[in-house]
């Protein structure tokens, strides 16, 4: 086998693998340039990817299936939104405990199907990757060349100045954490009908962490995300190949590490490149200063 | 907006103008205060309406009131004749009341039509900034109020960005406008350039409401006056009837007196010694620029400028809260470029830092602990690990008699005291221990006349006694008043020294940048 054909092989099993990392990102990116970040991405992902196995186990079809896990993904993040926005608890720790719901939930309504293989399942290179990149132009343009977009950065940025404009700031917020949890659930659908159609449990295995970090990487730009899920798809993807030659342990942990590596330089060089949006994290209620 | 100097402003409303927005009996609490207590107020059709309060008063209250930020226990507002019910800005707007706050809510990284494009129903869903450009130029011609549509915010300077504020707010149809302390971030000409806008505004029928504490505003811009004192109207008069004094008692209580000591002659050995002071702000770029200055014992330097020249950088290097990046600062003959604020402290620099409440005091922390910060680890308040709470407490309690901070006890947490007792408080922990430099910034923002007063009779003081004082403000005024030398920054250098005696309009000139 050559060395360029074993490049090629690398490179399509990072896009295959990009794919569930770009429609996650896409989706953290939107949530949090509405000022919500979402954690729970692993477990809104691994949700998807159990509802997508079981619905399109169940009707036969793995569109069927994606669809079952946008909606779960969706229910999810709701969730996240009721949480973080009607009751402005900490956003973060209300993502992590979604992860861990979903993680359990998923875990436990998915004992009788464990090591299933999917019946009729998506081809790999079907049309989710090329949707995903136009997807990521689509939100893109959404974000930069529409009211919308004006209105869901602005809240992000500044729900105090949103909120004096009469937006009706957790509207906002609202629709943009489902939606992001629309993506997280079709990027672990993904996961169970197209790139290894079956359920094991804790499938993810912790893509919806990269997820978190790959919003970051790509600074919070639709369009920077295709790239940096491509990359860190590759770099999964390598950690399986490289074990003829590395033991697994310290590959496996190569794109963890990595991440933590990408986050240190954005924070130290990064300053002005990797701004986020300024009220990321931060409740709003209405005349506090 | 010196008067003398003031083209007078059309004061002619005509007297039976139809009444546009009245409020009645406006009532509204706050945990512990009583905010707004049966406020009744109205005002006209082209008619530029002042309301005048010390802060606290309750003039920002019951502008949040009118625009649906807060809801009022009691009361009733009516636009037009109409009785309505403002539950949220949306509503406000919707009645045609535009507000421009005191600290503007704009999005620094978006650019000015997209701030603009935000607030505008009529806008299209795709590409929505076009038309808007269009709008703001248009809008911006008629009032004069020039400004990029293409520049993102944080490229503006304050008062462009104010116009900002006042574009979105008239694109948006607004008809009456509130602007809260609008010329506190202004130079006195930028000042004179915003009381033009006010005056086409009325030209076309529109209706300002100006809050402000600045008497001289109240009598160059507005045609009547409301003024306001512990959330009551105490009267409502045409400007043209009404005298300085007349309205400061209004205000204040009490008559004024607006004479402070008479200035002492002469100063002494150089106490502070800045060459060539390089500073980087929080974005990494330099805003000291070069600075340099000597400031003298028995000497007040006041630093004037609009906010955001360098300023708070300037003082946080000079206290050593942030890094010196290049040049030297000399206090007392030694240099102390590389030292810890805490080092500082010890040798004798004294400071009031801008932000009373987040740098100034511990809130949590009772007033007793409060006044030791500086020195709790030496005896008499300590002994190696243990405190001395006694004489902690009776050292706390002398600093309340001889400054009259109004507190409850010793013991009561220093946040539940007022702003003024609050600043008061830091004043005798910074001032207690005869410091040879002090180094104060914005000492008197956000107080009342009595409390003010009172600070700057402490700073002249100080000064006698052999003191040197850095006094760093905003208020031009205040500056006037207390500084021997003027020193004026802008974009973070320091772009001159004047004498005490020099007017304001020269002052203002180079505080927009003008070389004079």
Known sequence: MGVVDWILGVLVRGMALGTPLLWGALGEIYAERAGVVNLGVEGMMILGAFFAFAAAQLTGHPGLGLLAAALIGGMAALLHAFVSVTLRANQFVSGLALSMLGLGLAGLLGRGWEGFPLSNPLPERSILPPLGALLAVAIWALLYHTRWGIILRTVGESPAAADAMGIDVALVRYLAVVFGGMLAGVAGGFLSVAYRPSWTEGMTGGIGWIVVALAIFASWDPL?????????????????????????????????AFTILVLAIAARWGARAWRAPEALGLPYLRGER | MHPASTPSASPLVPPGAPVRLAVREIRKTFPGVIANDRVTLDVRRGEVHALLGENGAGKTTLMNILYGIYQPDAGEIVIDGREVRVRSPRDAIAHGVGMVPQHFLLVRRHTVAENV??????TRFLLPVRGVEM?????????????????????LSISEQQRVEILKALLRGAEILILDEPTSVLTPQEAMQLFGVLRRMKEEGKSVIFITHKLDEVLAAADRVTVMRKGRVIDTVPVGMASKPQLARMMVGHDVDFQLPARHPGTGAPALVVEDLW???????????????VLHRQEI????????????????????????????????????????????????????????????IVPPMSVTENAILRRYEEPPFSRGPLMDYVSATRFAQQLIVEYSIQTPSPRTPARLLSGGNIQKLILARELSHRPDLIIAAHPTYGLDVSTTDRI??????????????????????????LADRIGVMYGGELVAVVPAGTDRETVGLLMAGQRV
């Not at chain 2, 500073?279 to 200055?293: A, C, E, K, Y």
Request: hydrophobic share 45%.
């Open chain 2, 301 to 360: 330097l006041g630093i004037a400028g609009v906010a955001g020249n360098g300023q708070r950088e300037l003082v946080e290097a000079l206290t050593g809260l942030r890094r010196v990046e290049r040049g030297r600062v000399t206090v007392l003959d030694r240099d102390v470029s590389r030292w810890s604020p805490r080092t500082m402290s010890k040798m004798g620099v004294a400071h009031i830092p801008e932000e009373r409440i987040r740098m100034g």
């Open chain 2, 279 to 293: 500073v980087q702000g929080d974005r990494g770029l330099p805003v000291v620029r070069g600075v340099s200055f």
């Open chain 2, 117 to 122: 494009a935000l607030g505008l129903s009529g």
């Open chain 2, 456 to 481: 700057h009779r402490l700073l002249l003081q100080r000064r006698d006694d052999g003191a040197a004082v850095l006094l760093v403000s905003e208020d031009l005024d205040e500056i006037r008043a």
């Open chain 2, 135 to 155: 709008q703001i130029n248009a809008f911006a011609d008629r009032y004069g109020l020039r400004v990029d549509p293409h520049a993102a915010i944080w490229q």
């Open chain 1, 224 to 256: 920077r995300a295709i790239g940096a899920a491509l990359l860190f798809g590759t770099l999964f993807h390598l950690s399986f190949r490289l074990q003829a030659w590395i033991p697994p342990e310290p590959l496996q942990m190569m794109p963890f």
